[in-house]
């Protein structure tokens, strides 16, 4: 063909350029020359043969083959050109031709060495090479699976011909196709052929099989140097590239594979896998269901399927995946386990159960499957299968960082604690640099009150996983137990960085600050958070209680009846719904919503103990005791109950004292007796003289009147050398005073977040000699930590005037005038020690001087009470009504209510007595400084009945106001008779109703008499042990030496009198 004689020129210069950079070895730049020439003249000889020649050179001898044809048949004159196709079809092992083309150019003349000795090598190549029947028979071998005989043949044709590429390569697809190792076949296949792709591949293979992914991508990339087309050498190098990390490359390469074969189902499914490792599942769906378009019966793609599925919370499209594959594969294990996974996910536990259950009669020894079966038990709330699953996968797998992980989760909901965290620490150990670890063992600390190192675990799962949500959470959930609320608030605002939007997280936030105090800043994030989530009823009952805590209860309610709107059928919303109404005074709306709150959810402890107390509240005392009883019937294990009904009792008349103490027995008899086999022998240095360690134990570390009483104390004991005090707190409250004693005490330790289990085990590892209770059966007593006898000695005092019933109790400490031992001796379960006085008194800083008695300005006689209401009984207003009958100018002030104006129930109970209602005066709870000033407006102080006043008839007395009482036959009915009988006034004690309204006739008779107590009162009680701390202190101090040395010479303890000066001695009481 003749070219445009125009462009003869131009083609001239271009093959001039061409044959330049050909022979620079500039190949690439050389073929686009070549190529263009051939575009504009296909038939032209010489870019044709160097086309040719430059194929083989990059060894595609086969592609470079049509190239030196077409050369030749244009110019068959040019002898080069009959060599270098003989060359070209030797090398691309077409032998037997390579021999006919230069036999046929030696015949045209083309005899000369360079032709003989390329026909020599040729003839050489022939002869080292099997022969086609030779090569058939391998073939046939092979088709019919006879791989041993194929291997054994192989071997046979490589000893007749060695460098046969032939034999090699079905050598190595012998050994393949059994398992064996062909590496060194292929390699040697790969050296004997070179430019051959496929060798390569083949070889490559061997390598990926192997585990050396960098090996097999260099055999890869050199085969496709030699084949760019070869789709499956595409594929093969992603796979190992996929191996190796290289997601990106890995991804190029399968769609390198799959646009030269847009059919290619291995190259769509193994880019499925590389985008599910990428993390792009929605490119991995796409990619699998491609892959089946090819494969539509292939389970593998179909479990892969519903793998990224369910990564992408698509839990019913997966399920219905692996329900497809099952049906092409029955028994395909990972199928039914995933299945299980996904009806997991759905909230199909007792499918997810079955599926796990099936996948493990297929592979029992599947550590996975045990591990995925018990998350299934653990979800339907079977523990013990939960665990023993968890257990069953850790036989299996003793180092699955995970099952022992999920182990601990479900011990620490059976309340194994020791054994959930021994569990968690084993896969920490596992895992020494996983975040999720880290918090998981941190968790479980948290729940038995380890909270030092729990924090450091949180800590460190921050570091390992800044990124990571729960870490973040679980910091400030950390330090928010601890009552670090502004370390929290810290945390919880770094996990808010990561999730913005999650409203729980605000939740979690504002909880902080409401712990904090700051109220309107809590209000704040709890309006931002129901925003978020306008429907949840937990923050809409978390804002109402930051509005009452804050004096807001109109407020708090409006958000409770929104959360009552949203669930009406929580529980907790009508609990706390009770308290804000109870808050408001509007006892009888709390009753009902604690009642509506115990009808959905019956064990619900909080609405029970806030039944009784709402009931104490209105003074319907007997309500409360047995609303507590009929709550003990259906619940006995409630021991917080089982003291708020003991509470009660002390507050109701006494008709028979003996049924009383009988019912606190009952209580070490229902709650301490089974865990005395647990009582552990106590290690403690018998050394009578040693530095003992004193425990105190008490919810009332705050402005509490139990803190008012012993704070002097303590100060005084905190300077004795041979005590070390240590204070175990249990209450949330902080306040100025609790700040006070914390400051003054060496070992201050909150523990609010120990179990009564956990409290006591601290108690003994601390080493304390004497544990000495604050609280008996008041609000946060630790008497089950007790119950436990963590320590040689304990004693309860102060905080609450009767026993506490338990057997690990050894003493009380009273005084002879609260707990006459004649008389009460029996009603203890403890010893008595009689220490100067119960406890000081010291005078509030806000009392003024004491002004003349008001009857003598007024002309009638003004009786009084400071009480707090719920002593109020009707009783009580009964015998004082009589007093007021008796006396009928007089009026009565009654202090300390809950709110201005008159109480309407006490009024009506006056008006029953035929009592007046503007006889009655009614003051609200005031300050100290309004309290102690209401003193100048009364004469004498009426006393309640059966729990007299205490704190209040120190209060009257300092003021000039002695309190009138009957001497009662229970210790809370005496607390008036003891005080009296310090300051020597017993002509203020009654043995009678009778007896006590004819000593208020008598005084009102006598005004000037009453004048002249007025003004002795505050002297009388500064001059007693009462105003003597130091002395009571000194009684304390010698108490608990003395009960020391009798533990140390292992005498049981004994009822005695507290020694005062000189050398202790035991001075036992009658």
């Not at 699955?400 to 959930?420: C, R, T």
């Not at 009452?548 to 929580?570: F, H, K, T, V």
């Not at 009506?908 to 102690?932: S, V």
């Amino acid at each position: 063909m003749n070219a445009d004689a125009t462009s003869e020129p131009q083609l001239d210069t271009q093959l001039e350029l061409a044959l330049r950079e050909h022979q620079a070895g500039r190949l690439e730049q050389a073929e686009d020359l070549y190529v263009a020439i051939l575009q504009t003249q296909p038939y032209h000889a010489i870019a044709n043969h160097n086309m040719g020649l430059l194929a083989g050179q990059v060894g595609q001898f086969q592609a470079g083959l049509p190239f030196l044809r077409k050369a030749l048949s244009v110019n068959p004159d040019e002898g080069q050109f009959w060599l270098s196709l003989a060359d070209g079809l030797l090398k691309a092992g077409e032998r037997d031709e390579a021999l006919d083309i230069i036999d046929t150019a030696i015949g045209r003349g083309l005899d000369n060495a360079q032709s003989q000795a390329l026909r020599a090598r040729i003839a050489e190549a022939i002869a080292a090479a099997p022969t086609a029947e030779e090569c058939q028979q391998l073939i046939a071998l092979y088709q019919a699976g006879r791989y041993a005989d194929l291997e054994q043949g192989a071997h046979a044709l490589i000893a007749r011909y060695p460098t046969s590429d032939f034999a090699w390569s079905v050598l190595g697809t012998a050994l393949q196709v059994q398992g064996k190792d062909a590496l060194d076949a292929l390699q040697t296949t790969a050296l004997l052929t070179p430019y051959d792709a496929e060798a390569h591949c083949n070889l490559a293979n061997a390598w990926q099989a192997r585990g050396e992914f960098e090996q097999a991508v260099q055999a890869y990339r050199q085969a496709l140097q030699f084949n760019p087309a070869f789709a499956e050498a595409h594929s093969n190098l992603g796979g190992a590239l996929q191996a190796l990390g290289a997601l990106d490359e890995a991804e190029q390469a399968y769609l390198q594979a799959i646009a030269l074969r847009p059919d290619y189902g291995m190259a769509h499914f193994n880019l499925g896998n590389t985008r599910k490792a990428r993390g792009d599942l929605d490119g991995a769906v796409g990619a699998y269901n491609a892959a089946l378009a090819s494969m539509p019966g292939d389970a593998e793609v179909l479990c892969n399927l519903g793998n990224a599925l369910q990564a992408l919370e698509r839990n019913e499209e997966a399920a219905d995946s692996y329900r497809r594959a099952l049906a092409l594969e029955p028994r395909l294990v990972m199928a039914h386990s995933n299945l299980g996974a996904a009806l997991q996910n759905l909230e199909q536990y007792a499918q997810s159960e079955e599926s796990y259950r099936t996948a493990l009669s297929l592979a029992p020894r599947h550590a996975d499957l045990w591990n995925g079966l018990g998350n299934s038990l653990q979800s339907q709330q079977r523990l013990d299968d939960a665990a023993d699953a968890y257990r069953q996968a850790l036989a299996v797998q003793p180092d699955y960082s995970q099952a022992h992980s999920n182990l601990g989760g479900v011990l620490v909901s059976l309340g194994k604690f020791d054994a959930a965290i021994a569990s968690y620490r084993l896969a920490l150990a596992l895992q020494p640099d996983s975040a999720d670890a880290h918090t998981q063992l941190g968790l479980g600390l948290q729940s038995v009150g380890e909270l030092d190192e729990a924090l450091a675990l949180h800590q460190r799962a921050v570091q390992l996983a800044p990124d990571k949500l729960q870490a973040h959470t679980c910091l400030g959930h950390c330090l928010k137990q601890m009552r670090r609320f502004e370390e929290a608030q810290v945390a919880y605002r770094q996990a808010l960085t990561l999730a913005p939007d999650v409203a729980n997280l605000h939740n979690d936030l504002a909880i902080a600050a409401q712990d904090a105090g700051d109220y309107p800043e809590a209000i704040r994030i709890y309006q931002h958070a129901l925003e978020l989530d306008p429907r949840s009823s937990l923050i809409h009952c978390n804002l109402s209680v930051a509005f009452e805590d804050s004096g807001q209860s109109e407020q708090a309610l409006e958000y409770l009846q929104r959360a009552r709107d949203i669930a009406p059928d929580s529980s907790r919303v009508h609990f706390t719904m009770g308290n804000c109404l109870r808050s408001l005074k509007r006892y009888d709306e709390a009753l009902a919503s604690y009642a509506r709150s115990l009808e959905i959810q019956d064990d619900f402890i909080g609405s029970h103990l806030n039944t009784c107390a709402t009931y104490s509240e209105m003074g319907r005392t007997d309500d409360a005791v047995q609303a507590c009883r009929t709550a003990l019937e259906r619940y006995p294990q409630y021991d917080e109950v089982y003291s708020n009904m003991l509470f009660g009792l002390s507050h109701m008349h006494a008709d028979d004292p003996a049924a009383m103490v009988a019912d606190h027995f009952g209580f070490g008899e229902r709650y301490e007796t089974p865990l005395r086999a647990e009582w552990q022998p106590h290690a403690n240095e018998r050394d009578p003289q040693r530095q003992l360690k004193i425990g105190l134990v008490s919810g009332d570390f705050c402005n509490h009147a139990v803190a008012h009483f012993i704070t002097p104390l303590l100060e005084e004991l905190v300077a004795m050398p041979q005590f070390s005090l240590y204070a175990y707190y249990n209450n949330s409250r902080v306040d100025n005073v609790t700040m006070r004693i914390a400051q003054l005490l060496p070992n201050w330790l909150p523990v609010t977040h120990l179990s009564q289990e956990k409290l006591a085990e601290r108690i003994r590892a601390d080493g304390i000699d004497i544990l000495i209770d604050l609280s008996g059966h008041t609000a946060k007593n630790c008497l089950l930590a007790f119950a436990r006898k963590p320590a040689p000695i304990q004693m309860s005092w102060i905080g609450y005037p009767l026993t506490t019933g338990l057997q690990s109790m050894d003493y009380y400490l009273s005084d002879r005038f609260f707990s006459p031992p004649e008389e009460f001796a029996s009603h203890f379960s403890e010893k008595l020690i009689f220490l100067p006085t119960i406890a000081p008194f010291l005078p509030s800083e806000n009392a003024d001087g004491i002004l003349p008695a008001p009857v003598l300005t007024n002309k009638y006689l003004t009786f009084g009470s400071f009480n707090r209401p719920n002593k109020l009984n009707r009783q009580t207003i009964a015998r004082w009504a009589k007093v007021l009958r008796a006396i009928p100018d007089a009026k009565m002030l009654l202090a300390a209510m809950p709110e201005a104006g008159p109480h309407p129930v006490l009024t009506a109970w006056f008006a029953d007595e035929g009592i007046a209602a503007e006889r009655l005066i009614f003051e609200p709870r005031a300050n100290m400084a309004n309290f102690l000033a209401m003193h100048h407006r009364v004469d004498i102080c009426l006393d309640t009945a059966p729990y007299g006043g205490g704190t209040t008839t120190f209060h009257g007395l300092w003021m000039g106001v002695p309190t009138l009482t009957i001497a009662g036959p229970t210790a809370p009915s005496r607390a008036g008779t003891s005080i009296l009988r310090h300051v020597q006034l017993d002509e203020f004690i009654a043995r009678d109703d009778e007896e006590f309204v004819s000593k208020a006739q008598y005084m009102a008779a006598n005004p000037m008499l009453l004048g002249a107590y007025r003004f002795s009162t505050r002297h009388r009680l500064a001059q007693t042990a009462l105003g003597r701390p130091q002395l009571i202190a000194e009684g304390v101090a010698n108490s608990l030496r003395l009960a020391w040395q009798r533990w140390c010479d292992d005498l049981p303890p004994v009822s005695f009198d507290a020694p005062i000066g000189g050398a202790l001695h035991e001075d036992p009481a009658a």
